[in-house]
């Protein structure tokens, strides 16, 4: 019998390395390297495998649409592109707690009543536990199977038995496979269960949803290949302190990666909601000062959400500049941008900025506002309730070109707002939406028509 070779390998980041040390010297996480067994290199023949195909012609390749199956959670289409494609392979992460679970309840329910029979399996929860969350959704189904398995060979054979149209894996790190004599939850664990699953997916045509942990950093736990196998990749957003839920998309192979799903958590579950620019407004004090409403952009869908700012004396050497939902770098250049280029002193104040509703503003076409709230604040001049502020800042000063300029502006005149600071481009629409538009080249004449 031929020994076995072991190598280390570190559980966080999947490096490898000849001997154990403490410190992984890729990622510098400590006492995370691990040995583990170095698979045979076994050929196709010697395992009983088919011979591997031949290559193909693309041209010979009948390539049709693939049809989408909807969830009926608009919110939760939106974000996968229009729908569940078949024998896609999904991957959901979030923080403990966010909700990952309930809406894969709700998705299954919605889909068993439509499609037939669902299949979920569960590592972290007893089908005792998961039925009393369905009968607090009011998801009780004959089509929906409760499994408590992690061995993913067991489930195969589940999956050939009961035939489901939609499989739930909650959660990758606790399902292992029995040829492996890893943990579950190690990288090779990981690694070997997306894959034996992928492969259930792409042969059965099988669409399957699984939910993995997160890192403290917010990313998910386990190899990065982890993300790079799966077709899609959703992480579920929120605290703990507002009732709304984000699930955004960073990779989609059968749909956009910018589109976002808002929900609001409930008693009776996640509900969708349908107007969020106006949830996001619904608290919004009486023109006070350093407060504005800003017309951002996830995907196609445009988003009024409101930005506080705060300027107060500082009594530390190095003034704060905090941020909440906002680029911490971003607004340092703001602040630098009103500093030199408008005149402002803010080198002796402290700047805190937040946007309202737990909304997190990556897009540059923010930072008008943020200017104009920081400017209000510290001059302690109110702003017009019914005003909205888009564009972006340049170094020099200058307020820069906004993309799909139009569906902000028209998003904001739903909403009642009569007037808006936009960069000096042209408008398709001649009414402006029924907005006044009041165009800026720069930052100080956008200062100087709010005040």
């Not at 709700?106 to 089908?127: D, F, M, W």
């Not at 890893?182 to 894959?195: D, N």
């Not at 929120?238 to 008693?267: C, L, P, Q, W």
């Not at 350093?290 to 009594?315: D, H, K, M, N």
Request: glycine share 8%.
């Amino acid at each position: 019998m031929s020994k076995i070779k072991y190598l280390v390998r570190c559980q966080a980041c999947g490096c490898t390395a000849p001997k154990w040390m403490g410190r992984c010297p890729d990622c510098g996480e400590w006492n995370t390297m691990v040995e583990e067994p170095i698979e045979s290199g076994i050929s196709r023949s010697e395992a009983g495998l088919a011979p591997a195909e031949a290559p193909q012609p693309v041209t010979s390749i009948v390539s049709d649409a693939e049809a989408r199956v909807p969830t009926g959670m608009s919110e939760f289409d939106r974000v996968l592109g229009g729908g569940v494609v078949p024998g896609s392979l999904v991957l959901i992460g979030g923080e403990p707690g966010i909700g990952k679970s309930t809406l894969l309840l709700q998705v299954a329910h919605s889909l068993g009543e439509r499609l037939g029979t669902v299949l979920i399996a569960s590592g972290e929860e007893s089908p005792r536990q998961i039925s009393l969350r369905a009968k607090r959704l009011g998801a009780l189904s004959e089509k929906l199977l409760l499994l408590s398995e992690t061995d993913v060979t067991v489930l195969e054979r589940q999956i050939r038995h009961t035939e489901p149209a939609l499989l739930i894996v909650d959660s990758i790190q606790t399902m292992f496979h029995p040829d492996l004599p890893s943990a579950p939850g190690s990288v090779g664990q990981v690694r070997e269960c997306t894959h034996y699953l992928m492969r259930i997916a792409k042969q059965t045509h099988l669409p399957i949803f699984i939910t993995g942990h997160v890192t403290k950093e917010g990313s998910i736990a386990g190899p990065r290949v982890l993300e790079h196998m799966v077709d899609t990749v959703l992480y579920f957003e929120g605290d703990n302190y507002h009732s709304f839920r984000i699930v955004r998309a960073v990779k989609n192979r059968f749909g956009s990666t910018n589109e976002i799903g808002i929900f609001e958590m409930t008693d009776a579950g996640l509900m969708e909601v349908a107007n969020p620019s106006a949830q996001f407004l619904s608290q919004r004090p009486d023109c006070p000062s350093g407060s504005i409403v800003v017309a951002t952009v996830e995907g196609t869908r445009p988003l009024l959400v409101e930005l506080q700012a705060l300027v107060s004396s500082s009594y530390l050497t190095m003034p704060r500049r905090m941020a909440t939902g906002y680029d911490h770098n971003r607004l340092s250049l703001i602040v630098a941008v009103l500093d030199r280029r408008v005149g402002l002193h803010l080198g002796q104040e402290d700047i805190y900025l937040n946007v309202a509703g737990g909304i997190k503003i990556s897009e540059p076409a923010a930072d008008l506002a943020v200017a104009i709230a920081i400017a209000s604040s510290h001059k302690d001049i109110p702003i017009d309730k019914e005003l909205v502020a888009i564009g972006e800042v340049g170094l020099t000063g200058e307020v820069r070109y906004v993309s799909q300029l139009e569906a902000r502006l028209k998003e904001a005149s739903k909403l009642g707002f009569k007037r808006a600071i936009v960069p000096d481009q042209d408008v398709r629409s001649k009414s402006g939406f029924g907005i006044e538009l009041l165009k800026a080249k720069s930052v100080r004449s956008a200062l100087d028509s709010v005040e």
